[in-house]
């Protein structure tokens, strides 16, 4: 059973770098039939989407959120990771990474993290 | 790229039926029949319920159905339950390999 946890600091200052892993467990990151993504989530509000990383190393990202972030794989630790730099206030968000098969019907992100709470605060 | 268009809340008795809907543009949702629907509970991560605009993952119960009309989707929950109270949120594929979600639809039973 393929499971995705999130990891990193709930707490970072503004202006700052948010650092975000998310490790996979049931299943490998490398194999050629599934993309990784992230979403974030304000409160109270609705669903976004950040990027997603291929088995490939290539990246795709939001175009509002581009210049700041980075996403990329650690096949040798089953990971992949978020960075998001020169928060504000307004990048305070529960963060999710999921998993999008690539073959077969279910083109969607299907299979999700928990999630983890990021509050950008002094 | 923006977000998709869902009404903020939406209401029925149990055992009735409640369609929620997703407007998009001919960029998204009218392009690409990639529009998925989620449920997700307080504290919980979304669950995929709707896939491919009418397609339902393994084990969702045939209660939850999908449609799309131009560039807007709908999802439709039969014989309402207590345990459809919960937020719905609508994706599409965007085109370039990117995605764009919905505003998300608070359901309450009444």
């Known amino acids: 059973q393929l499971q995705l946890q999130e990891s990193g600091p709930g707490l970072v200052k503004p202006s700052e770098t948010l650092s975000l892993t998310c490790t996979v467990s049931g299943g490998s990151i490398s194999n050629n039939i599934y993309s990784w993504g992230w979403i974030r989530q304000p409160p109270g509000k609705g669903l976004e989407w950040i990027g997603s990383?291929?088995?490939?190393?290539?990246?795709y990202y939001n175009p509002s959120l581009k210049s700041r972030v980075s996403i990329s794989g650690d096949t040798s630790k089953n990971q992949f990771s978020l960075k998001l730099s020169s928060v504000t206030a307004a990048d305070t968000s529960v963060y999710y990474c999921a998993r999008l098969p690539l073959v077969g019907s279910i083109y969607t992100f299907d299979i999700w993290g928990q999630g983890t709470m990021v509050t950008v605060s002094s | 790229q923006s977000a998709l268009t869902q009404p903020p809340s939406a209401s029925g008795s149990p055992g009735q039926s409640v369609t929620i809907s997703c407007t998009g543009t001919s960029s998204d949702v009218g392009a690409y029949n990639y529009v998925s629907w989620y449920r997700q509970h307080p504290g919980k991560a979304p669950k995929l319920i709707i896939y491919?605009?009418?397609k339902r993952p393994s084990g969702v119960p045939d209660r939850f159905s999908g449609s799309k009309s131009g560039n807007t989707a709908s999802l439709t929950v039969s014989g309402l339950q207590a345990e459809d109270e919960a937020d719905y949120f609508c994706?599409?594929?965007?085109?370039?390999?990117?995605?764009?979600f919905g505003g998300g639809t608070k359901l309450t039973v009444l």
């Open positions: 994706t599409s594929y965007a085109g370039s390999n990117s995605w764009v």
């Open positions: 491919e605009v009418t």
């Open positions: 990383v291929y088995y490939s190393g290539n990246t």
